[in-house]
């Protein structure tokens, strides 16, 4: 069982940047692969990055590619999502996901657990 809790979200000017925190519990952590997901009203939750148990393999979003970076610190049990050169579109709730075994990782269904979110809020 891994538990997962988001923080660092906020409101933030275009342009600006925020760094999220997914911090898990359990000693398992670096058993798991992570990913983080955002929802916007109305729409589907899609993906935006994932990094592989040791840290070694990123994946992102297009849409995010260049902008966003996510790494993780097995020591804290945390995993972060740095957001720079932040967009309007870029609002939305923001989740992390754990799995032991992402066949996809862009695949929501792939992950087992997930944490309550974290709202971001971009301003034009």
């Known amino acids: 069982q891994v538990q997962l809790v988001e923080s660092g979200g906020g409101s933030v000017q275009a342009g600006g940047s925020l760094r999220l925190s997914c911090a898990a519990s359990?000693?398992?952590?670096?058993?798991?692969?992570m990913g983080w997901f955002r929802q916007a009203p109305g729409k589907e939750r899609e993906f935006v990055a994932a990094?592989?148990?040791?840290?070694?393999?990123?994946y992102y979003a297009d849409s995010v590619k260049g902008r966003f970076t996510i790494s993780r610190d097995n020591a804290k049990n945390t995993v972060y999502l740095q957001m720079n050169s932040l967009k309007p579109e870029d609002t939305a709730v923001y989740y992390c996901a754990a799995t032991i075994d992402a066949g996809s990782w862009s695949d929501r269904y792939e992950y087992e657990y997930w944490g309550q979110g974290t709202q971001v809020t971009v301003s034009s």
């Open positions: 990094i592989s148990w040791s840290g070694g393999s990123t």
């Open positions: 359990g000693r398992t952590f670096s058993s798991y692969c």
